[in-house]
Nanobody, 120 residues
């Protein structure tokens, strides 16, 4: 019922910047929380950052001060600006959204992921 599509991944040198985005579509009444997760090869998926509908944010310690999450409620989009990138930021980044559909049921949806690779 709710689809998420990420964009903007790619290959960047260490120290560089990258911005990834995610657009939600479907039978959306409201999105309460949007988030970015990442999964590196051989590791578990981990939370990177979250943002609520009132723009309250939370970050993993490993990205604080380097990454910024933002959202456009009118467009149901979320962005992750990543600066001072490190090789250890290499991972597949997944968008997540949780909210309510137009049929008043809850949803918790995931995107398919976008690859971010940081070269040293």
């Amino acid at each position: 019922q709710v689809q998420l599509v990420e964009s903007g991944g790619g290959l960047v040198q260490a120290g560089g910047s990258l911005r990834i985005s995610c657009a939600a579509s479907g039978r959306i009444l409201s999105i309460v929380t949007m988030a970015w997760y990442r999964q590196a090869p051989g590791k578990q998926r981990e939370l990177v950052a979250t943002i609520t509908s009132s723009s309250s944010t939370n970050y993993a310690d490993s990205v604080k001060g380097r990454f910024t999450i933002s959202r456009d409620n009118a467009k149901n989009t979320v962005h992750l600006q990543m600066n001072s990138l490190k090789p250890e930021d290499t991972a597949v980044y997944y968008c997540n959204a949780a909210g309510v559909t137009t049929s008043y049921s809850g949803f918790n949806s995931w995107g398919q992921g976008t690859q971010v690779t940081i070269s040293s």
